[in-house]
């Protein structure tokens, strides 16, 4: 279920340089990429006016082969140019180009707006000035398009280095990078292309695709569909949230472990008396157990701690959230049965105590191999995973998301994935893409509850 690549500026670099040992000049890539970009901007501007930004290295060389090739199809062009060229492809385009090129700083808006100053070999923040213009002339095109990445962003972490504007489209080249998936970056665009040039990237980290999912076989009963059960705490209603998601997620049978009276609920999920641990030691003991759900409502007092502390004994493929994680802590590292799943958010991520820096996907990546897990780090960028080094980010789910208990309905959705496939990783690349789909049909301030709804015609689109 991969899709497309991201390589940091460092893996892009080393493909690039495959690509030309391959037999492929380095001006030929630059050629590509111009002409990609060239022909996305002719499909959305036509013969509007333009203005290309060139910055000194080969992301201005892109511009100068972006200005010629749309100036050969009548578009009036004009190109403006941050100091001179550098690099001697970026010389050869601008050479090519062999027409005015205005100072930077002087240079007139204009109906379209191409910023080819820095790509994925910015190195610090832009000056003000420059960063101050860029977003002034950027605001006053009516298309914008970044080509590669907007100037100002961090290629690998997706960190502004100094404040960019909002373009209409980002042209990514050859493969997508972190910048186009993680926050703030991946949030400086409306649309997202990516230019196809002949470079050969791996896909062990890829953005988030659509799941292929499979109907249950004539030969299928409930148990072979995959049992799930969740682990009631002191907060029923989130744990209930997460068993109501899984009932909806594709599994055959969902079991509620209740830790007091049950209240009403979707009458198909099968509430358990399991208010002592003895109670839910023996509610765990069933070989049919394809997942079991904690943390949702589990609390953290004393009575949680024992309950976790069953629940990570039980030997079942787990998935843990919110209160599982924050009583784990620093122990997340062991005692994780083999193929389950951890849905931290940023908090929860800090409480289990890698003390990771750095970009999200790697702390993620590192997490996975430490605990021997999935790891799913939520939020507006979610990036998934796995301990084998596979790496699926997804990005663009809708804001509205950011309501309490969605969080909840992940984990059920992911523990209900689980239970049908057996497989973590992809359980839980289906369980985000599906949550997100969720909520775009839920449209707008939804609650937590009305996401559960919209699972079946989210599962329905992916059959
Ligand atoms: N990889 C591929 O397959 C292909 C890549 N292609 C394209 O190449 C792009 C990467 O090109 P690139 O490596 O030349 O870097 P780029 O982003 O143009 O900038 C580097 C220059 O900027 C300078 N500089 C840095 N920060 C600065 C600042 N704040 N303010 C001022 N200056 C600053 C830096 O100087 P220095 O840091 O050394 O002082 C250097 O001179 C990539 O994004 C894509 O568009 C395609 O052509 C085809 C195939
Ligand atoms: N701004 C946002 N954009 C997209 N998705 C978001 C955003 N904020 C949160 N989410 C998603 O919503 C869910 C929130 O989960 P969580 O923080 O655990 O909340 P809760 O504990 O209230 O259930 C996660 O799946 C997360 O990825
Ligand atoms: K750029």
């Known amino acids: 279920m991969s ?15 495959a690509a030309i040992a391959s037999g492929i000049p380095e001006y030929e890539l630059m050629e590509r990429a111009g002409a990609a970009a060239a022909e996305i901007i002719w499909r959305a501007g036509a013969k509007r006016d333009l203005l290309v930004l060139c910055g000194p290295g080969n992301n201005g060389g892109d511009g100068f082969v972006i200005a010629r090739l749309l100036r050969a199809r009548g578009v009036p062009v004009r190109v403006a140019a941050l100091g001179e060229s550098r690099t001697e492809s970026s010389l050869k385009a601008r050479a090519a180009w062999n027409g005015p090129v205005e100072p930077f700083d002087q240079a007139a808006p204009a109906t379209q707006i191409v910023d080819a100053l820095f790509g994925t070999g910015l190195s610090r923040g832009l000056e003000d000035a420059v960063a101050d213009r860029l977003s002034s002339l950027t605001a006053q095109a009516s298309f914008s398009y970044a080509v590669d990445l907007p100037s100002g ?18 042209i990514a080249l050859g493969s997508l ?3 186009h998936v993680l926050h703030p970056a991946a949030g400086l665009f409306r649309r997202l292309v990516c230019a196809d040039i002949g470079i050969v990237a791996s896909d062990q980290v890829h953005r988030l695709s659509t799941p292929h999912l499979t109907r249950p076989l004539t030969s299928d009963h409930k148990y072979s569909r995959g049992l799930v059960a969740v682990v009631g705490g002191s907060m029923a209603g989130a744990g209930r949230l997460a068993a109501r998601a899984a009932a909806r997620s594709g599994a055959g049978m969902v079991r509620y472990l209740a830790a007091a009276e049950a209240a009403a609920g979707l009458d198909a999920i099968v509430t358990v008396q399991a208010k002592t641990i003895s109670e839910l030691e023996s509610s765990l003991v069933d070989g ?39 009583l784990l802590g620093s122990g997340a590292a062991e005692g994780i049965p083999p193929g389950s799943i951890l849905t931290p958010h940023e908090g929860e991520f800090a409480r289990l105590g890698f003390n990771l820096r750095g970009d999200k996907i790697s702390r993620a990546t590192e997490a996975a191999r430490r605990t021997d897990a999935v790891i799913v780090l939520k939020g507006a960028d979610s990036v998934v995973a796995a301990p084998d080094g596979r790496v699926a980010v997804s990005s663009g789910a809708s804001p509205w998301l950011s309501t309490a208990g969605t969080g909840d309905v992940l984990a059920g959705l992911a523990a209900g994935r689980l239970a049908v496939s057996g497989d973590p990783f992809s359980a839980a690349c289906e369980a985000v893409w599906l949550h997100g789909e969720a909520a775009r049909r839920a449209g707008e301030a939804f609650a937590a509850d009305d996401l559960i709804a919209e699972l079946p015609a989210a599962i329905a689109s992916r059959l």
């Open 288 to 326: 049919r157990l394809a997942a079991v759900v904690a943390g949702p409502g589990l609390g953290s007092d004393e009575r949680a701690k024992e309950r976790l502390a069953a629940v990570l004994a039980c030997g079942h493929p787990l998935v843990l959230d919110a209160d599982a994680l924050t």
């Open 3 to 17: 899709g497309l690549a991201i390589l940091t500026a460092a893996q892009m670099r080393a493909a690039e340089q």
């Open 177 to 179: 990078k972190p910048a």
């Open 153 to 170: 962003v961090d290629t690998d972490s997706g960190a502004l280095l100094s404040h960019a504007p909002l373009f209409g489209v980002c």
